[in-house]
C-alpha cells in the first residue's frame, strides 16, 4: 500500500477536520489525485480531486464552498480541509491516485465511476455528530 490516509475522528456538525494522504511511494506527482467516500449502506462517492500541479480542482456538489483539497508535491502529500461538517458528511475517506490522467477532466460523471483511479489507501473514518 502506498497511499496512508489519516486525520478522521469524530466531530460535532458545524466543526472541521482536516485529511492528510501521504504517498510513501514518491510516484504519483504527475498524476491527479482525490478524496473519495463511502458511508454505511452506500456507494462510494467522489468527494475532490486535484490536478497534478495544483492548479485545478473537482468537487462534488455536497462539499462545494466546504472542503478545499490542495496538494504539496515537495511533501508527496495531499490534504482535504473540511469545514462546516454535517452528520450525511459521515464516512470513510479515501485517496486514490488517477493513474491515467494528470489533470481534471471537464466530465465529472468520469470521477463517479472513479474507473481511472488505483493505490487506494486505508481510508480514515470521519463521523459527524448532530
Known amino acids: 500500500v502506498q497511499l496512508q490516509a489519516s486525520g478522521g475522528g469524530t466531530v460535532q456538525a458545524g466543526g472541521s477536520l482536516r485529511l492528510s494522504c501521504a504517498d510513501s511511494?514518491?510516484?504519483?506527482?504527475?498524476?491527479?489525485m482525490g478524496w473519495f467516500r463511502q458511508a454505511p449502506g452506500k456507494e462510494r462517492e467522489p468527494v475532490a480531486v486535484?490536478?497534478?500541479?495544483?492548479?485545478?480542482?473537482f468537487y462534488a456538489d455536497s462539499v462545494k464552498g466546504r472542503f478545499t483539497i490542495s496538494r504539496d508535491n515537495a511533501k508527496n502529500t495531499i490534504h482535504l480541509e473540511m469545514k462546516r461538517l454535517e452528520p450525511e458528511d459521515t464516512a470513510i475517506y479515501y485517496c486514490?491516485?488517477?493513474?491515467?490522467?494528470?489533470?481534471?477532466?471537464?466530465?465529472?460523471?468520469?470521477?463517479?465511476?472513479?474507473?481511472?483511479?488505483?493505490?487506494w489507501g486505508q481510508g480514515t473514518l470521519v463521523t459527524v455528530s448532530s
Open positions: 511511494g514518491r510516484t504519483f506527482t504527475t498524476k491527479a
Open positions: 486514490a491516485v488517477d493513474n491515467t490522467k494528470g489533470y481534471i477532466v471537464a466530465r465529472s460523471t468520469y470521477y463517479d465511476t472513479a474507473t481511472g483511479f488505483g493505490s
Open positions: 486535484i490536478s497534478y500541479n495544483g492548479l485545478s480542482t
